[in-house]
């Protein structure tokens, strides 16, 4: 094995949004130059790096150029070309490795890969494309007698945040929404799950084969997107081992070197099944730069250089809320406000286009507890648009 990649080195991250934003200031501070590729010019990573690349991710002059200038590489999506992700690793290390994050890109194949490693999964069938709403209907009456009702139609790739997701009740006929998802592309239909609480864990693993996680997470969703996190999950002990333990061995079974993210779900029941794995840093994970001894980011360039990992230990407990792009419906936030509040940290990721749904950044604290952070958190965000109607702003 070559040795660490040191300070002074290029790191590459392909992608441009806010995880690698902050991917590449957590390496500049380590004494990093910083190369993002990108094919969206406005990306938020590209301005912060010391080599931006705005090009299609299919540019071969693009390819030579960054990896001729970079001595390792990671990515901040995973929903990236295998071909872009094979020809970089043929050049510069890539961490985590293409396969693995091939491995995550679609969801039949995560399962699979999941089952193989023994980790409890909800139940769920794999369903082609049917081609015509009919067909779809046909398919989703065969697998269902397995799964049985509520459960969750999920589009095989390219999903994240809810996205190409659609609910199909207890009972009633198909929702036309599921029969379109399904009519145009491979999906899984997943058994809606009785949910106590969501849990994350990020788990970072160094090239030579050091293993940390940092501690379990607890997650808010509001219409399927992340809302708040706390760091720790107010799970106890005995969950959080467990937690901590199926991540890791998800983590390290699927091969990944670098920085991982496993989604659990804990059911009423107490199980733990993981929801899905991403080869890179997590939104839950955004707390520990507040909460944690390193942060994920941090974390991830340690492992993606070889260098020592971090203690991820929780120095205090955290909380993060989100602020999406609906906050700006009224024009600008009153970020005066937030910050008034005591203990909030507002953290923006310089987007110029507040769509809803839209992650713009998060506000995070620490306290004493999980919750006494979440509610320094949550008043922070109330304060955003709570103050008199400020000066309407046309939404772009
Ligand atoms: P995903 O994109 O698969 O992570 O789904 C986004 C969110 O939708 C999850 O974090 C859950 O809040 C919810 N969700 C997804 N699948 C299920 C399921 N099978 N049962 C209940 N809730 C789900």
Redesign the pocket.
Known sequence: MTGPILPGSTLGVVGGGQLGRMFAVAARRLGYRVAVWSDDADAPALAVADLPTRAPYDDTAALAAFTGAIDACTVEFENLPADLLRAIEDRVPLRPSAAAIAATQHRGREKRALAELGAPL?PWRPLDAAGTPDAAAAALAAVSADIGRP??L?TAGF?????G?VAIPASGPWPDAALALLAAQPCVL????D?EL?LSVVVACSPGGEVRAFPVAE?H?AR?V?DLTVMPARVGEEVARRAEALARRVVTGMGVVGLACV?L?LTRAGDLWV??VAPRPHNSGHVTIEACRVDQFEQQVRAVCGLPLGDPAVVRPGAMANLLGDLWEDGEPDWRAALAVDGARLHLYGKTQARPGRKMGHLSAVADDAAAAAEVVLAARAALTAGAAPTPRPRA
């Open positions: 909800a459960a969750v999920k999903g994240y945040d809810g996205k997701q997943e058994a809606f799950v949910l969501e997650n969703h399927h992340l989604e779900f929801n899905e």
